[in-house]
């Protein structure tokens, strides 16, 4: 099969290092792959690898860029020919939208992978033949929200590479609770200080922040950790969140706004790391309370410093609750079979084409 997949960047995120495992596995099994997108840390590893990128930057949402990128990607079509393509992000939608009345025999497949707001902008995402989204959460508000009809959906969950399985922790002595998540306000840093801030009145730990993106906002929680006598507890870097895990005990995801899916989730939960996640968007298809980590409200730094003070004064639930959590990941969200269920769309399409 000749896949063409469409994307704004090859950068950081969840998105294009999704796109990356599946065309290195689907290559692996035998199909052809190429990648149309801006630049990023993932094209020497695409290239090493064999696989085709056409460098078409659509990071820039304006007339220019979509009327540029629109001609490039209908030469890439007409050179390469592919069986069905792949467009993610909500600008190259738009554009494969306008392109593909030009190739009306070729399938496509769009693909949601947040909450994307401003509606009508966000339908783009829904305008592929089938549309792919990777929870059954964003599956609801597709249709409920960006009015998709049900029947054009299907879901196909992140996979995770399992190079997470091979984590080995470093011992410190002290437990750390960690935080790995983009420098953005929704992801709830603050509320994972405000948690920290209770826990050190009564705990001798550690805590970690790792993130990428907006210094300012970095710089901004610094200065509050600062200010609020936390500077000898908490750590804010930039570290690969594989390297990362080897240094947390207890992960928290404190999103207060409905994540998509929730890589890092799924990661801990390869590295045997144990999870609290807030009990919104897809993170409870990810965690089943108490079995496989725990839920909290969002917003709730109390209810967090509470489960974090749980787990620590009672370490002999620690062992069943990261091995269920590992099992359910390893049957769920591997990269193997997100490349399965993916081809499996593919070749819905392929073969209502002929």
Known sequence: MKILRILPSMDFGGIERGVCDFSIKAKELGHDVTVTSGAGRFIPILREKGIKWHDVSMDRKNLSTFIISRRLLQKIIDKEKPDIVHVQSRFPCWIAASLMQKFPGLPWVSSIHSFNRFGLYSRSEGRGNLVITVSNALKRHAVEYLKIPQEKIRIVYNGISDEFTLIRKNNSGRICIGMIARFSLYKGHYVFLEAVK??????????????????????????????????????VIRMDSAEALKNIDILVVPSFVPEGFGRTVVEAQMSKTVVIGTDIGAIPELIE???????????????????????????????????NAYENAMNNFTVDIMVKKTLNVYNELLKGKQ
């Open 198 to 235: 209770v826990l050190k009145k009564k705990l001798e730990l550690r805590a970690l922040i790792v993130g990428s993106g907006s210094n300012s906002y970095k710089n901004h929680l610094e200065s509050w950790i600062l200010k609020n006598g936390l500077n000898e507890t908490v750590d």
């Open 289 to 323: 309370d108490c079995k496989t980590g725990f839920l909290v409200k969002p917003g709730d730094y109390r209810q967090i410093a509470e489960k974090i003070a749980y787990i620590i004064e009672n370490p002999e639930i620690l062992k069943p609750v990261v091995q």
